[in-house]
């Protein structure tokens, strides 16, 4: 007994010895799930994703979570997920989120269900950037922009900036003549939660004025509006701006691309489909139009493009998907349209953002790009 218990006692400085170790030998190769989280958000942020997207962190295990094996696939199906657990992966990236719909239950039942169990029980972390990629500047709209040929492109749909370029929503302006106290109102305005005020010098009708100036938020903005509204005079002579966030020129859905030198639509075909690595995509003419029309103009939305495409002046338009109504709409107008099934327009992608998470992480993690994963249509 008592060697035995001399063996216990050595075992534990030796397992302490292996953790200092992996903490501090820089070959070694592992992030903080946090950490990861953090670096990923700062690569495109989440905020760029439409409203009715569910992205982000999806699935966590309890913490302390450390990332070795990051693995890359655009769909999470079960068949992926088996690659995932035989690679060791402690983090998966799913392009598209795997979790949409709310759950009410997570049993063995439904495959979305049993993914979700499998990543727990796994110790594997999920997260789902969507269309915060879709928007970004590096994302897979303008990797899908590459196939087309020498280009400008721009945003379809433009993002907002995060941040209003002033404090509060709204900006009130109105003038105080001699004939009214400023301080006075001056110092009830100020008074008002999330109020900033400036005022300046004016001349209105020969007459010098003072010109006050307000930016506040929308709740502000009801007692602003309360105690001006009291006097008649200087009510209705104010004026009421809402305030934008700036627009991103880089930043948004879809993106229109222009050119350098216009070529046949069948050689637009042949480009995208060597860029995709197709055999076969689905072409809807335009009107009036043939193999040989010129292409100029291409307007394009990885996924599903219907609502993103809408109204686009375009030649061309390119997407995954549309539905039937949309794409006689558009080739009513004189536009055609190409069709290359939804994740074929994305897939491709994620060689480049590989090398660009590697890159954005330092290397400190390894990047798996997953062998299984495909669009669940083909052509037979």
């Known amino acids: 007994m008592l060697s035995s218990h001399i063996r216990l006692v050595r075992l534990v400085p030796t397992t302490v010895r292996l953790v200092h170790s992996l903490i501090h030998n820089p070959s070694c190769s592992f ?72 759950m009410k239950r997570i049993t063995w039942k439904t495959w979305k269900e049993r993914l979700v169990i499998r990543a727990l029980e796994n110790r594997i972390a999920i997260y789902s950037p969507h269309t915060a ?15 087309l040929g020498v280009c400008t492109s721009r945003p379809i749909h433009f993002s907002k900036a995060l941040n209003y370029p002033t404090e509060g929503t709204h900006r009130v302006e ?121 292409v100029k103009v291409v307007a394009l939305c990885a996924g599903s493009g219907s609502s993103v495409l809408q109204g686009a002046e375009a030649d061309l338009y390119l997407t995954g998907e549309m539905s039937h109504h949309d794409i006689l709409d558009a080739v009513s107008q004189g536009v055609s349209v190409i069709l290359c099934e939804h994740s074929n327009t994305e897939r491709g992608f994620l060689s480049d953002l590989r090398d660009m998470l590697s890159a954005h992480l330092e290397n400190k993690v390894n990047i798996i790009l997953s062998e299984t994963d495909r669009d669940p249509l083909q052509v037979v």
């Not at 700062?42 to 302390?64: K, R, T, Y």
Request: with cysteine; net charge negative.
């Open 31 to 102: 992030m903080d799930l946090k950490a990861v989280i953090s670096s990923l958000n700062d690569f495109a942020s989440l905020s760029f994703a439409e409203s009715w997207d569910n992205v982000g962190l999806l699935v966590e295990p309890s913490p302390p979570h450390i990332v070795n094996t990051l693995f890359l696939t655009n769909d999470l199906t079960e068949e992926v997920m088996e690659e995932a657990l035989q690679k060791k992966a402690d983090f998966i990236l799913s392009y598209h989120p795997p979790i949409f719909r709310p």
């Open 133 to 147: 990629y879709d928007a970004a500047p590096q994302g897979v709209n303008n990797w899908l922009a590459k196939g």
């Open 174 to 294: 109105f003038n105080i003549d001699h004939t009214q106290d400023l301080d006075k109102i001056i110092s009830t305005v100020k008074a008002i939660s999330d109020v900033s005020v400036t005022s300046f010098s004016a001349r209105t009708d020969d007459e010098e004025q003072t010109r006050i100036s307000l930016n506040c938020s929308q709740q502000a903005l009801m007692q602003v509006v309360a105690f001006l509204s009291q006097n008649r005079q200087l009510y209705q002579k104010t004026e009421i701006l809402s305030l934008e966030k700036p627009l991103l020129l880089h930043t948004g859905m879809g993106r229109l691309c222009t050119l350098d030198e216009s070529v046949s639509l069948a050689t637009m075909i042949k480009r995208i489909k060597t860029h995709l690595k197709l055999s076969h995509v689905r072409l809807a003419l335009g009107v009036g139009r043939t193999l040989e029309s010129q």
